[in-house]
């Protein structure tokens, strides 16, 4: 096994240290943002319309981790013969299984757990508005209940989105790049 020399391991942990801080940050400024919006959405919203966002938000949260483990399992391969045909998305998703390490840790940890972290202050939010709303002689209860169908509907539709995106990883990254095929080209045809 050969060694890297040490110039290209100090440039490698470089690399590193930046994607580490990097990704620190943007998900201190992403999870404040979506915190404090949802909040004050959740403070005046309905309780049905505090649920069904509180619904979006776990949904995003398993979507997003779905991508991200297709694209940690899914092959090269397929995505070259593809682009030999020019079919849209197949070079976007080429781009994505080279950067998988990348792209499945802001899919997963920093997406994910936003999502996360946002649903179980979302649901301390309703708790407070079922209380508030139908005086609750526990309000405890309330709350242990919310956080419990919270944590229940993240991590059983985070289970399902697991063995779609390890059953169907292909199709899944190509669905995604294009995605990202589409938006690049409908914003480049703007600024021309």
Not at 156 to 167: D, E, L, Q, R, T
Request: proline fraction near 3%; hydrophobic fraction near 50%.
């Amino acid at each position: 096994m050969a060694k890297l020399d040490p110039d290209a391991e100090k440039r490698e942990r470089k690399k590193l240290i930046k994607w580490v801080v990097t990704i620190f940050l943007v998900t201190i400024v992403i999870s404040g943002t979506i915190s404090f919006v949802s909040d004050a959405v959740m403070e005046s919203s309905s309780l049905p319309v505090a649920f069904l966002i509180l619904l979006v938000i776990i949904l995003v949260g398993i979507l997003f981790d779905t991508v991200g483990m297709a694209v940690a399992t899914a092959d090269e391969k397929p995505f070259h013969s593809m682009a030999a045909k020019k079919v849209p998305g197949a070079q976007e998703a080429i781009r994505l299984l080279r950067n998988a390490e990348r792209v499945s840790s802001i899919c997963n940890d920093v997406v994910g757990d936003i999502c996360g972290v946002v649903s179980g202050s979302a649901s301390a939010t309703i708790a407070a508005q079922v209380v508030r709303s139908f005086d609750f002689s526990w309000p405890q209860v309330a709350t242990l209940l919310m956080s419990a169908l919270a944590a229940g509907l993240t991590v059983g539709g985070k289970a399902i989105g697991k063995n779609i995106a390890v059953n169907s990883c292909t199709e899944i990254v190509h669905t995604v790049g294009r995605v990202i095929y589409t938006l690049h080209h409908l914003f480049h045809k703007k600024k021309l």
